[in-house]
């Protein structure tokens, strides 16, 4: 009998979600989704900056990146959403991603 593989419901539903004080944003870490924002930060003709907000638009979707941004966060906070975003887009939790980033090494 060939073996049988199945892909757990909770992998297929239920995303994760990013809580801003009382709001609370789905983040959108499909394939395709996660495929562009990879794309997005290997360009080298878009600056730091530009990359932060269009990941943002990407993982939390432009309404809510627009209503982020009427926030007027802290460079800090805002940089620590981003972080936060890209950990969820990603599937991995944020120490994690932050600990490889700064050794250098990729997923």
Known sequence: MAKFYALDNKLMCGGPE???GD?????D???KT????MDLTQKED???TAVMEESLKL????????EIEKMDLSFAAYTELVRL???????EEPEKMEERFQNGSKA
């Not at 709001?23 to 983040?27: A, D, E, G, W």
């Not at 993982?59 to 627009?66: D, N, Q, V, Y």
């Not at 975003?85 to 599937?91: D, E």
């Open 18 to 20: 990013v809580r801003i």
């Open 59 to 66: 993982g939390l979707g432009i309404e809510a990146a627009k």
């Open 29 to 31: 870490d499909r394939k």
């Open 46 to 48: 878009i600056s730091p």
């Open 23 to 27: 709001r609370v944003y789905s983040v």
């Open 34 to 37: 996660v495929v562009k924002m």
């Open 85 to 91: 975003v890209t950990a969820a887009m990603i599937g």
